[in-house]
């Protein structure tokens, strides 16, 4: 488990978490054993936890241990004889301010996901008003499976915040995405839920008062009047960043280059088909906006001259004469008023990591998101991404396993919000 100070549970979190009353689910998996961590680390952040766990996470580890570490009775089966309370399920999930799942298994989250309450745990998740975090934990396939993936999409749909799995090594010997995520993350996500006051589900309202302001999209460079330069972007990268803003709270507008994925709802959209009219759009709209991010793949050449007509075919060679186009990016991060975030994505193929900090470092980015567009998966016109987000403050980058772009989004606004918290402390 890594230090307190590393999991942002510093010295103050006995304080600032003393007495909030958290439960704690346990289900079935062979990561089981590591919701002692998560445990132990909300008690030395001053929570009060209850464990609740299903009969099979018994298996992998015992009510006793939970019952040790917690001093308090552990329910598994709200009927059996020896529990105290027979309708643990009620009392239970409304006295908690918080319910942590962790780790939870496919077999879990498609029954949250479907309202199915067949046993102590999944009753709670039912009966709770409480917000809710999941971490989930199980094989690479059944994780990758697009019922597993469906039934996340419907969990985050209502409000449940997901701890992404981390890559590795697997007890089955696989190696992919489906570890449960470090418990020191798990903890971490779980108090900032808490400090972001939220009773009652919904999606952690964390970037409410925040205009974010979002480029999307492939830009258009006409060469003549039928022909132009552009690129794959879907624009579905950005969409999700405004989604994922949006459900945080905050007020969102995109500025959308040519996309073939449809805007989400409750979000404002504007137009702009070249790098001129979106740099156009951006410097126009930057002014109300708190952050920016720019997902975007603008062209960086234009043809210098567009022709007026046609260009006629011929056997001839044709040379085009390109100019580079307004970095639209560099110039909001130059002109930037005090409290905009700036944040930027790179488009890689080679030393990822390198070449994206060198851009955050010459464009003067608060953060930049590096897509490895090697990896399956990953990049232009995909449902899903890997990223690395990078930010000027934290030397080590976040290198991500493969993940939908709506929780890549989240991944990204969750460095947002963070920035933003510590630019109100200093
Ligand atoms: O739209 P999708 O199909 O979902 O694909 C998503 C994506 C791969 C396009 C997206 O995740 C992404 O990486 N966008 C940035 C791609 C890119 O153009 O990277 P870059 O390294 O060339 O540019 C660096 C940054 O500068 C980007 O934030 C870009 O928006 C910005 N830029 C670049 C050139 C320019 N003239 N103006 C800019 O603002």
Redesign the pocket.
């Known amino acids: 488990m890594p230090d307190e100070q590393s999991n942002g549970v510093g010295a103050a979190g006995g304080a600032e978490f003393a007495g909030r009353r958290v439960a704690l689910g346990v289900s079935g998996g062979i990561a089981a054993y590591k919701a002692v961590e998560v445990l132990r680390g909300l008690q030395r952040a001053g929570c009060e936890v209850r464990v609740g766990m299903t009969k099979r996470a018994c298996e992998f580890v015992t009510p006793l241990t939970f019952r040790a570490l917690s001093g308090s009775h552990v329910v598994v089966d709200d009927y059996a004889p020896e529990n105290p309370d027979p309708i643990a399920h009620i009392t239970f999930s409304q006295s908690v301010e918080l319910f942590v799942v962790a780790p939870a298994t496919a077999n879990v989250i498609a029954k949250f996901a479907n309202g199915v309450a067949d046993d102590f745990l999944t009753s709670t998740y039912l009966a709770s008003n409480a917000p809710v975090v999941v971490a989930p934990a199980m094989n690479t396939t059944m994780l990758l499976h697009p019922a597993t993936q469906r039934n996340l999409a419907l969990l985050r749909a209502d409000g449940v915040r997901v701890v992404e799995p981390d890559a590795g090594e697997m007890a089955c010997g696989t190696i992919g995405p489906g570890r449960l995520s470090d418990p020191g993350l798990i903890v971490a996500a779980a108090l900032e839920v808490l400090r972001a006051g939220g009773r009652g589900r919904g999606p952690v309202q964390d970037l409410a008062g925040e205009r974010v302001l979002v480029?999307?999209?492939a830009t258009r460079e006409e060469i003549d009047p039928v022909r132009f330069i552009s690129n794959?972007?879907?624009?579905?990268?950005?969409f999700a960043v405004a989604e994922a803003a949006r459900s945080r709270g905050a007020e969102v507008l995109v500025v959308a280059g040519s996309t073939t994925a449809p805007p989400p709802a409750g979000v404002r959209v504007v137009r702009a088909v070249s790098?001129g009219e979106m740099r156009d759009a951006v410097m126009r709209e930057v002014g109300g906006a708190t952050v920016f991010v720019?997902?975007?793949?603008?062209a960086?050449y234009r043809p210098a001259a567009r022709a007026g007509g046609k260009i006629k075919k011929s056997d001839a060679a044709l040379s085009l004469t390109l100019e580079p186009?307004?970095?639209?990016?560099a110039e909001v991060s130059a002109a930037r008023r005090d409290g905009l975030l700036v944040v930027?994505?790179?488009?890689e193929t080679e030393r990822v990591v390198e070449n994206a900090l060198e851009?955050m470092r010459r464009k003067n980015l608060d953060a930049i998101v590096a897509?490895d567009l090697t990896q399956d998966g990953a990049?232009?016109?995909t449902e899903t991404?890997v990223v690395t987000v990078i930010t000027r403050d934290r030397q080590t980058p976040a290198a991500l396993p493969l993940m939908s772009?709506l929780d890549a989004a989240h991944r990204v606004l969750d460095e947002v919000a963070r920035l933003r918290r510590l630019s109100k402390t200093v």
């Open positions: 480029t999307t999209g794959h972007s879907s624009g579905r990268m950005g790098a720019a997902a975007a793949a603008v960086d186009t307004p970095d639209i990016l930027g994505f790179a488009a851009k897509n990049g232009f016109d991404n772009k």
